[in-house]
Structure formats: C-alpha cells, structure tokens
C-alpha cells in the first residue's frame, strides 16, 4: 500500500480524497489551518489508525520540518511515498489580493514540492485551477484544452488575475521537476468543484442553497444574468486524482482538465437547487457586478480521459440532491 502526504486536507478535494483513500487501504497523512474549512470535513476519518491528522500550515517551516521527519521515518513500509498539494487560497473574494494568494499558493506549493523531492518521494499531484483560462475559458470544439494558448489580464484590468498567475507558475515548477528528473506527476486544472462539506457560501452552489434554504429567494450578481458554468463534484475530482497517479504515463509533468461537460446557467442552477429543496418558482434578484468574470467556462477533458479512462459519475442533479441531504442531516 501507499502512503499519502495531502495539503489542504479538509477543503473540498482533500477530505473526500483521504477519505477514498484510505477506504482502499492506503495511509494518509493529511495538514491543514483551517482557513476555509474545518475538522468536521474529517471526523469520520480522525479516529482510523490509517488516518494522520495535523493543524499544519503550508507557510510554516518549523511544522513543514515536523512533517519531514515524519515522513522520513515512516517512508520505508510503503510501496510508493504520494504527495498531493490540495492547500490554496481559493475563495473568489480573495482573487483580487495578490499577497493573501501569493504566499500560500506559490512559496507554499514549491517548498511542499521540494520536500517531496528530498525525500524521494514517487509521485506529486499539484492542483492547479481553471482559472488559469481567464476570460476565454470556452469554445466551441468541446471546451478549451490544455494546450490552447492563454490570454490573461494585466494588472490594468484586473488584480483577480494575480491568483490565475500565480497557479500557473507553479504548473512551471512542476514540469520543471520532472523534465530534470527530480520526480514524477502533474497538475490538474480543476473546474467548479463543489461538495457538501463547503462550509462557507461564498461559492454559488453553498450560496444558492444557503439562500433559498433560509430566505425562499436568491440574490445573484448581475454576471449571472448571463453567466454559464460546469460544476465537478468532489467524489469526482478525486476520482481524478487516484486515476492519475495509477497512470504511470501520464505523469510527465502534464497539465489535465478535470470537469464535466454538463453546462448550465446560473439561473437554471437556482431553479435546479430549489426544485431539490421543493421549493417552487423561487424569487431572484440580481445585485452587484464582478470584474473579469467569464460567461462561459467549459474544458476539454479528453487529454485526462485519453491517458486514464476517467470520466465523472455524479450528475448535476444528484450532486446538487447530496448537497441538500448533507445540509439536512
């Protein structure tokens, strides 16, 4: 069996990716500080013997060298040492601030990524994000590919592009890893992943179901008058996660899409969320705008399903039903 180091292991892929994990017998030593999640994404897993739980921080030297040494010691009983870097400042309301996602998303990633070369370790995941595409996140051939050139915006445009920068330049450290190399794997670009464990409704599925759930209504921006998106599922994203690192070939230093190609309006996501929480004909109100949002997101993942037979397993529609069976347990 394998043993795991995750970053960021109570966010949205960490927990439910230990969570597999572990269920297919491998051991995980998991971090994180707790700012944009919380120990009850993990509570069920806390007490297995096959489950390491520590309040790290990425940033923090004194705990990255703790982590080291544990590492170190318990490397050898294992088939293969995994890293996967989940750890990153990703709600939207800090895109625009270059040092809140700087630290964290850049230092943080390589020094994680150093640590695993130290220690010889097989495989690092990075995840990287979508937003990488910027405003031309869509076309009309299946969704932008990895391989598509990238328009950013400056800094004269918009600062939200510092996040999308900053995820990219680690895509550079780690195909820079393994063209010397040093280790092998890749970074994903994940696209709307969303689960039931999201904490806080700043993103607009929890923020849809958080509204109607307690007010029969939503306030929308007025992007989503138009706006359209894609949204993954956790138990999905982490499907992509295992499928990569059990691809051997695929672990070039890559980028890999990982979305769904079931697209829908934001207005279309409230009627869907309240069809599930049976509310009828639910009241929206459109309020504020954001800068540099895109209408469309939609990505190609025929790279991923080409190299791992990946594909999503749970709808729009059933993930949306989890979301409220979990606001409801």
């Known amino acids: 069996?394998?043993?795991?180091?995750?970053?960021?292991?109570?966010?949205?892929?960490?927990?439910?990716?230990?969570?597999?994990?572990?269920?297919?017998?491998?051991?995980?030593?998991?971090?994180?500080?707790?700012?944009?999640?919380?120990?009850?994404?993990?509570?069920?897993?806390?007490?297995?013997?096959?489950?390491?739980?520590?309040?790290?921080?990425?940033?923090s030297e004194k705990q990255m060298e703790e982590l080291r040494q544990e590492v170190s010691a318990l490397n050898p009983a294992f088939d293969r040492l995994i890293y996967v870097n989940c750890a990153a400042v990703v709600h939207t309301e800090?895109?625009?601030?270059v040092n809140r996602t700087f630290e964290t998303n850049v230092i943080g990633m390589k020094k994680f990524l150093d640590q695993a070369v130290s220690l010889h370790a097989d495989i690092y995941i990075n995840c990287s994000t979508s937003e990488v595409y910027s405003m031309d996140?869509?076309?009309?051939?299946?969704?932008?590919?990895?391989?598509?050139?990238?328009?950013?915006?400056?800094?004269?445009?918009s600062q939200r592009t510092s996040y999308a920068t900053g995820k990219l330049l680690t895509?550079?450290?780690?195909?820079?890893?393994?063209?010397?190399?040093?280790?092998?794997?890749?970074s994903i670009r994940f696209a709307n992943v969303y689960s039931k464990n999201e904490l806080y409704p700043k993103h607009i599925i929890p923020h849809i179901l958080t509204q109607l759930n307690e007010n029969g209504k939503v306030e929308l921006l007025e992007n989503s008058r138009v706006n359209r998106r894609t949204f993954l599922h956790n138990e999905d994203s982490c499907s992509a996660v295992i499928?990569?690192?059990?691809?051997?070939?695929?672990?070039?230093?890559?980028?890999?899409?990982?979305a769904t190609d079931e697209e829908i309006?934001?207005?279309?996501?409230?009627?869907?969320?309240?069809?599930?929480?049976?509310?009828?004909?639910?009241?929206?109100?459109?309020?504020?705008?954001?800068?540099?949002?895109?209408?469309?997101?939609?990505?190609s993942t025929k790279k991923l399903r080409d190299r791992t037979g990946w594909k999503p397993r749970i709808t729009l529609a059933r993930g949306i039903e989890m979301c409220v069976e979990g606001m409801r347990s």
């Open 1 to 59: 069996m394998d043993l795991y180091v995750i970053s960021g292991v109570t966010g949205m892929t960490g927990n439910e990716l230990a969570r597999q994990l572990v269920r297919a017998g491998n051991t995980v030593i998991g971090f994180d500080n707790f700012f944009a999640s919380s120990i009850q994404t993990v509570s069920d897993l806390i007490e297995q013997e096959a489950f390491c739980f520590h309040e790290y921080d990425v940033n």
């Open 94 to 97: 800090h895109f625009y601030y």
């Open 137 to 157: 996140s869509w076309n009309e051939d299946g969704g932008v590919s990895e391989s598509d050139f990238i328009t950013l915006a400056n800094a004269e445009h």
């Open 171 to 186: 895509e550079f450290f780690m195909k820079d890893a393994v063209i010397e190399n040093k280790i092998k794997g890749c």
């Open 243 to 258: 499928a990569l690192c059990d691809s051997d070939e695929a672990l070039d230093g890559s980028i890999y899409n990982v």
């Open 265 to 299: 309006s934001i207005v279309d996501l409230v009627k869907l969320c309240a069809e599930k929480l049976g509310i009828k004909d639910p009241e929206i109100s459109f309020k504020g705008f954001r800068e540099s949002d895109p209408e469309r997101r939609l990505l």
